[in-house]
């Protein structure tokens, strides 16, 4: 059965400071998904990752892919506040000829002043 | 971009009423939607699968019966939730893949559910 573990489920930092998600998973998969959520909103696509290897950045986010140690990481440099919010991994799983995505529990992170 | 709208954004209900929920792809055509719900602070919940002109797969633990689910045509999908009750109060997301892109699922707003 295909799991996906995020660490930390909560994450306090201050601003300016660097920190990094983490999420593994148990099997392997072909794609990996980093999203954003906002309270009371619905999800924002930050990065597919497809290939060992792959490292994607946008602005102070960067996530990379490691697909031998099943591990993705997200790196948060020089946080500000606007980054508060919950961060969900996920890795595709086929099922029925169809692809579902597996959900990490999520991350809150709250970036303080 | 590929927009996924979703009406309504917020409802109440009383309890033991029906409540339908849209989930429409505006520019694209979606062969694949994904129904799902979310309670706070969790992560997202699959509920069901459902691909355009053939029943929707649910999840375990998932009652076809008090979700129903239509992929009528290739922009639209409904859940309807059957004789709510307050344990069905929930946020509901759905979410849409274009045709032979499998990379990315495009999601809707949310609708949150609330029944009295």
């Known amino acids: 059965e295909l799991k996906v573990e995020q660490n930390p489920l909560f994450l306090s930092m201050q601003e300016g400071k660097n920190y990094t998600i983490y999420c593994n998973y148990s099997?392997?998969?072909?794609?990996l998904y980093w999203y954003r959520q906002d309270p009371g909103k619905s999800l924002e696509s930050l990065f597919v990752l497809l290939s060992n290897g792959a490292v994607k950045q946008e602005g102070r986010l960067m996530a990379s892919l490691d697909t031998k140690a099943r591990l993705s990481t997200l790196h948060i440099t020089a946080a500000v506040h606007d980054l508060s919010a919950t961060y969900f991994c996920?890795?595709?799983?086929?099922?029925?000829?169809?692809?579902?995505?597996?959900w990490g529990a999520g991350t809150k992170l709250i970036i303080k002043p | 971009g590929a927009v996924v709208s979703q009406h309504p954004s917020w409802v109440i209900c009383k309890s033991g009423t029906s409540v339908k929920i849209e989930c429409r792809s505006l520019d694209f055509q979606a062969t694949t939607m994904f129904w799902y719900r979310q309670f706070p602070k969790q992560s997202l919940m699959l509920m069901a699968t459902s691909n355009e002109g053939s029943k929707a797969t649910y999840e375990q633990g998932v009652e076809k019966d008090k979700f129903l689910i239509n992929h009528a045509s290739l922009t639209l999908s409904t859940l309807t939730v059957t004789s709510a009750h307050p344990e069905d109060s929930s946020f509901y997301i759905c979410s849409a893949r274009r045709a032979y892109e499998f990379e990315t699922q495009y999601f809707g707003p949310g609708t949150r559910l609330l029944v009295l």
């Open positions: 099997t392997t998969s072909d794609r």
């Open positions: 996920a890795v595709d799983k086929e099922k029925d000829s169809n692809y579902q995505l597996i």
